[in-house]
């Protein structure tokens, strides 16, 4: 046989480092593709979450104001007056002409008002404060 008859040889034009190189890249381009969906997943995961806990907060919060307005309701000053009345108090029912109003006092005049003999606690620290 001769030289020209023989099948020409296969040749690899890449080499085994290039292909190693290009198989990690491949493999670390997957895994952070990966890492990026899992992190993508759990936000989303914990943003499910925290509307339901916000939903579940309304809620209470509905709650807690229907059972303040059932409180305002039950204790108004007739319901109080009658549940007083069926438990047999000797508690009774204020009179409007027996309520003593006072009117307001200027700050001036409450100021030029004179201390009393017996000074209160507060005036005994403001004189030691003063006449250090």
Not at 116 to 130: D, E, W
């Amino acid at each position: 046989m001769s030289n020209n008859t023989r099948r020409p040889a296969y040749r690899n034009r890449l080499s085994v480092a290039s292909l190693t190189v290009a198989t990690l890249l491949c493999i670390t381009l997957a895994s952070a593709f990966i890492a990026f969906v899992v992190s993508r997943n759990r936000l989303a995961a914990l943003a499910d979450e925290q509307r339901r806990i916000e939903h579940q907060i309304a809620l209470f919060h509905q709650e807690i104001h229907a059972l303040e307005k059932r409180i305002d309701t039950s204790l108004n000053r007739d319901k109080v007056h009658e549940r007083l009345t069926a438990g047999g108090t000797f508690l009774k029912p204020i009179e409007p002409a027996s309520i003593i109003s006072l009117s307001r006092m200027d700050t001036s005049e409450a100021v030029a008002t004179t201390p009393s003999l017996n000074p209160t606690v507060a005036q005994t620290l403001v004189n030691t404060k003063t006449s250090r």
